[in-house]
């Protein structure tokens, strides 16, 4: 008789062992498709408000500096804005943008408003009367 040859692939495989339990992956939360569209719907909303009020505190800053500089600057876009524009609120703040843009002129003159001032005249003026070109000519004859 013949004895059996012990052939490896011939043995019945063990099944093998589960992984212990840390070592699995936990299943990732998952929500509903609608729950997740109205998410982000809704943050879209809130970045679209964001970005108006964004726009608008850039439009006040801009409106701010360009009163307050009036005067001051030959053009309101020579000054950088910076945070130390505003006030304590948040806003600008007119005193301290005319303070920075006069700081500005100081350093760079040439940055300044050159629209004449005061009287544009030839000279002074004294008080008017009535001009005699005749007389004018017979005191030069």
């Known amino acids: 008789m013949t004895e059996p040859v012990n052939d490896p ?7 093998e062992a589960d992984p212990p339990e840390d070592t699995l992956e936990p299943e990732p939360e998952t929500f509903p498709r609608h729950v997740v569209e109205e998410l982000r719907r809704e943050s879209a909303r809130y970045r679209d408000r964001a970005k108006h009020a964004d726009d608008l505190a850039d439009r006040l800053m801009h409106a701010t500096v ?10 309101s876009t ?18 301290l943008i005319a303070n920075a843009a006069r700081e500005l002129v100081t350093r760079k003159p040439h940055l300044g408003d050159r629209r004449p001032r005061g009287d544009a005249d030839q000279g002074p003026r004294t008080t008017s009367t009535d001009v005699d070109l005749a007389g004018m000519l017979r005191a030069r004859t």
């Open 9 to 15: 692939t011939t043995e019945p495989l063990e099944p």
């Open 66 to 75: 360009r009163e307050a500089t009036a005067g001051i600057l030959a053009d």
């Open 78 to 95: 020579d000054l950088p804005t910076t945070m130390d524009m505003l006030d304590e609120d948040g806003f600008p703040d007119p005193e």
